[in-house]
């Protein structure tokens, strides 16, 4: 039972976090703002981690890890038999842009959070490398769902993976920051269509590139 509380008060703390970090800023979220937000005792924080910077670390992975479930699920949908041989990973990219839009919409503090963590870290040296690792993330994610996607869809990227994974995320990026500032839904829709369009650009049929 222990270990069940633990995991349900590291989960509390990671929301509370989120909700302090979009609302006040990273350096508003001190670890009593973030208890005070849960409504757990400082006691509690210190029993579910062993610090606050762990706490980010545990903050990062957890809107990664939901925004890898969601897209990587959009797979599941697209056949690998279109009409067109490899044309399939374009309906997987826009899917895969559409289930990550719907999840910005729903919980659009998360990637205030998360844009403010990248800032707040570039200007605290104390933080280290934690903003190469909060981007690294968004990349290991993008270059799982591209394998996944030509792996599904029988198709090669015809640039190193992890380049066109560095151009998705770039893309994802502007896309997301954009819809924060104007949230425009239509002028969102037409973005995704570009990045669809521009990352399916790079993918070929396998057997083009075996040949």
Do not use: C
Request: aromatic share 6%; net charge negative; hydrophobic share 50%.
């Amino acid at each position: 039972m222990a270990r069940v509380a633990a995991t349900e008060r590291r989960a509390s703390l990671v929301q509370a976090a989120l909700t302090v970090i979009a609302r006040d800023g990273v350096h508003a979220a001190t670890t009593r703002a973030i208890v005070a937000e849960a409504d757990m005792s400082l006691a509690s924080f210190h029993y579910a981690f062993t610090s606050r910077d762990e706490l980010i670390r545990e903050v990062i992975s957890f809107v990664v890890d939901d925004q890898h479930r969601v897209s990587l699920a959009t797979l599941e949908n697209v056949p690998a038999d279109a009409e067109t041989p490899g044309s399939g990973i374009r309906s997987a990219v826009r899917a895969a842009l559409q289930a990550y839009f719907d999840l910005l919409v729903e919980f659009p503090e998360r990637e205030q959070a998360m844009f403010e963590l990248i800032h707040y870290s570039l200007r605290t040296p104390e933080l280290g490398k934690l903003p190469q690792v909060q981007h690294g993330s968004y990349r290991h994610m993008a270059v799982e769902l591209l394998e996944a996607g030509a792996a599904t869809l029988d198709i090669s990227w015809t640039r190193p993976v992890e380049e066109v994974a560095r151009v998705l995320v770039a893309l994802t990026d502007g896309l997301t920051l954009a819809w924060l500032a104007d949230r425009d839904d239509a002028a969102a829709g037409h973005l995704m269509d570009f990045i669809a369009d521009s990352i399916a650009a790079l993918a070929v049929p396998a057997k083009v590139l075996h040949s």
